[in-house]
């Protein structure tokens, strides 16, 4: 019999030392022969990311030993740090960005010089024997975060994989990504685009011959442009070369094979926002087939593609959040995950329909049925639209609420803002549900998954759009009966932070917020940030400083008058993203206010949190303000947070 305790109050089998400690991030699967390598990102170890190898027998090694972080930092975010070919494994070292080749078991040895370089996008050119990358240069600006006038310059270049020797391939555009050599040497395919794009609004595929002194001729644009989103070209065993696109509105997946053919016409999405290098949707296999993953409704689903005919058959998994597939002759490899499954590498046999989980991000053993599900909402936002999210209902089989008492809501704002909320098991997300606080992490407009027109519901309109979605997501659930209105709170990080204090600020829907490297004034950021983003708002917001008076007023800095609830706010201090500024300026803005605030830095960490320490800590000082603000008991004792003007 279920014990009654009022929402938030109850005891939960999850805690959050459990989730720091007992998770891992899971990326990077790569195939090479019988093996199967991946990426872990380890709490535990500082955050250290480890390439791990997976042998046919089934034995588990780490590859990458301490102190080496297989981790780029290009683009500030990274992807593609590491490649394989053979059983030779290169990488790039976080600490000094240089590039690194193992052999076997031995120790990495550096492969490029010390220097203000950072490489990401690793592909083998085997016909060549050389390395393929993305390179940043940080030469002119002093490896800091660009300065007007002295931001880094992108390149692609190839690289000896004996002698470290570089060569530059294509140069003169502001990014690079995705270089791909066919399988006969004979061709190189890359992506291509320029400020202020950002790679979800509009990119270029090209090739070029690759001659045999290794140098490039007959350079051709394939596909794309500024108003066209090319996404992840690949190489089929037999030559042939796949891009997907959003030409037709959703990023599909298209043959480039005497002119530009669709494999697959439907409202669905192939692809995902390049936040990160060496993402993939898609795997080319054997006999003229692809193994793909969609998006449909806010969840991800396998498929399998005969490309002669166009056959399209999904495949039912387990897995609602499937990333990163990578293929090889009949075999896939990729990251699945579920509401109640999660991550996990996993090996696929499309032939047999079997998948089997090789490695799990988490070793929290959590009964099912102590889970909670998310349900999937559309719920009615400004300009007559519908917007989405999933719903967690508050849940433990141990304890029920008092009759009447709604529970207290966390509405959770996804960062980016180009990205999305994920049906992905996520053990901070049970800690809530399972001490009886409801969570609902929505999808505004601006999220990706749903078509290119709802992502650019957000052009011109961030800070209003996010902000309209996140209040109308929780007075909706409010006006159901699920959530108390009077206990509303929303948290986010970077982007999401900033939809958080937006919120905070220029609504009075919710009673408590949290700010996770969020920002609070778009001035300092189009100024301070990195190169990546430092023209991306000007489609979310406007050009500057043409539209300084947009970037005033939707900036909660110069707005906190407005502000009348309590904040807590949590920042790495070796941010590059979101400089610590942003926080400490909010954090003052509070105190000369009078308001309740709680500000907890943390030495060490960049953009998101990855020692085991700080995640525990952000995750129970969160836990802790809410409680303070919302009057509930806790269950268990936490480490107390200092809350002034409380």
């Known amino acids: ?342 991550a996990a590498v996993v090996r696929g046999d499309l032939a047999g329909r079997r998948f089997e989980p090789l490695r799990a991000a988490s070793t929290l053993a959590i009964d099912e049925a102590c889970l909670s599900t998310p349900r999937s909402v559309e719920f009615p936002t400004a300009g007559g639209l519908t917007a989405h999210a999933h719903f967690y209902r508050p849940w433990n089989r141990d304890f029920a609420a008092p009759p009447g008492e709604a529970p207290p809501l966390l509405v959770k704002s996804h960062g980016g803002p180009t990205s999305a909320a994920s049906t992905a098991f996520n053990a901070a997300i049970q800690y809530w549900a399972s001490r009886g606080v409801a969570v609902l992490d929505v999808n505004y407009g601006g999220s990706s998954g749903y078509g290119r027109a709802y992502r650019k519901r957000l052009d011109g309109r961030w800070g209003v759009v996010d902000v309209d979605d996140c209040v109308n997501a929780a007075l909706y659930l409010a006006a159901r009966g699920e959530a108390d209105s009077a206990r509303l709170a929303i948290s986010g990080g970077s982007a999401g932070g900033y939809t958080t204090l937006c919120a905070l600020t220029f609504r009075d829907a919710f009673r408590a917020g949290a700010s996770h490297y969020g920002i609070c004034d778009l001035e300092a950021l189009v100024r301070d940030t990195h190169k990546f983003e430092s023209r991306y708002l000007e489609r979310l917001v406007g050009p500057y400083p043409d539209r300084r008076d947009l970037y005033r007023s939707r900036s909660p800095i110069h707005h906190t008058g407005r502000l009348a609830c309590p904040l807590i706010l949590f920042q790495g201090l070796e941010d590059k993203i979101v400089p610590p500024n942003q926080a400490e300026m909010m954090a003052a803005a509070l105190r000369a206010r009078g308001l309740p605030v709680a500000y907890l830095p943390f030495p060490g960490e960049q953009h998101g949190f990855r020692r085991a320490h700080n995640i525990r800590r952000a995750l129970e000082a969160e836990l802790y303000f809410y409680s303070r603000i919302f009057r509930f008991e806790l269950a268990e004792p936490v480490e107390p947070v200092v809350i002034e003007n409380l």
């Open 1 to 342: 019999m279920p014990r009654t305790s009022p929402y938030g109050s109850w005891r939960s089998p999850i805690s959050a030392e459990q989730i720091a400690a007992g998770s891992v991030g899971l990326s990077q699967p790569a195939i090479d022969a019988g093996d199967i390598y991946w990426v872990e990102s380890r709490p535990a170890e500082g955050g250290r990311n480890v390439i791990v190898r997976r042998e046919p027998g089934g034995r588990i090694e780490d590859m990458t030993p301490p102190p080496f972080n297989a981790r780029s930092r290009v683009h500030e975010y990274g992807g593609g740090a590491c490649t394989v070919h053979e059983g030779t494994i290169w990488f790039c070292n976080f600490s000094d960005q240089r590039l690194f080749v193992q052999r076997g078991g031995e120790v990495p040895r550096p492969l490029t010089p010390a220097g203000p370089r950072r490489y990401a996008d690793l592909a083998f050119d085997a016909r060549r024997k050389r390395l393929v990358c993305v390179l940043e240069d940080h030469a002119a600006c002093g490896d800091e975060a660009a300065a007007p006038g002295s931001e880094p310059v992108n390149s692609l270049v190839a690289i000896d994989a004996a002698s470290g020797e570089l060569r530059t391939l294509a140069a003169g555009a502001d990014f690079y990504a995705s270089p791909r050599v066919s399988p006969d040497g004979g061709t190189l395919a890359w992506l291509a685009w320029n400020h202020p794009n950002m790679p979800w609004d509009g990119t270029e595929l090209w090739t070029g011959r690759l001659l045999p002194e290794g140098g490039l001729a007959q350079v051709r644009r394939v596909a794309g442009g500024a108003h066209e989103s090319i996404f992840q070209p690949a190489w089929s065993p037999e030559g042939e070369l796949f891009f997907v696109s959003d030409r037709s509105g959703w990023w599909n997946l298209y043959r480039a094979c005497g002119g530009i053919r669709p494999l697959v016409e439907r409202a669905l999405d192939f692809g995902r926002p390049q936040w990160v290098f060496g993402m993939s949707t898609y795997a080319p296999l054997a006999r003229g087939r692809i193994a793909c993953t969609f998006c449909e409704g806010g969840r991800w689903r396998l498929a399998q593609i005969d490309v002669d005919s166009g056959r399209f058959e999904p495949i039912e998994t387990a897995y609602t959040e499937i990333a990163d597939v990578r293929g090889a002759g009949e075999r896939i490899v990729f990251v699945g995950a579920s509401p109640s499954i999660p």
